[in-house]
């Protein structure tokens, strides 16, 4: 039996709703919770805003001028965010550091499973190529389509 997480739900609850139905099923401790609440809340903003599969609202303000789909809204907070902070915030959070110390669950922290580790930079530099290169939808830095 698998889970599924429906969108219109979780623009409802958001990922702290989630995270809360989650630790009544497994039993979480209030800090464990907490821990896990402030570390999705981060990773959720890294995942709408940086990598490989960001969203297309997001890549599309990234575009060069001419590549841009002129009709397509900006993301409601991607451009609000210094998305290099953001990184740096979830790189040094207990959770990131646990998952990071063990080779089968580091890349759990990645925005998405095809973007390379975080290290600080990874996202400006992503974003960057994004702007430069105009990087689609899952294609790496330097990956050819």
């Not at 990773?43 to 609202?57: A, I, T």
């Amino acid at each position: 039996m698998g889970y599924v997480q429906d969108l219109e739900t979780l623009s409802k609850i958001g990922s702290r709703g989630v995270v809360e139905a989650h630790a009544k099923v497994f039993h979480l401790t209030n800090h464990s919770t907490e821990m896990l609440a402030e570390y999705m809340e981060v990773w959720d903003k890294l995942r709408m805003c940086c990598g490989v599969q960001m969203s297309k609202y997001r890549r599309n303000e990234l575009l060069p001028q001419k590549k841009r789909d002129g009709k397509m809204k900006p993301h409601p907070i991607c451009g609000t965010l210094d998305i290099g902070t953001v990184e740096r915030q979830l790189m040094n959070m207990t959770l990131y550091k646990i998952l990071h110390e063990h080779e089968y669950l580091h890349d759990m922290n990645n925005p998405s499973t095809r973007d390379n580790d975080l290290d600080g930079g990874y996202c400006v530099r992503y974003n960057r190529m994004v702007t430069k290169k105009g990087l689609t939808f899952n294609q790496r830095i330097g990956e050819q389509i």
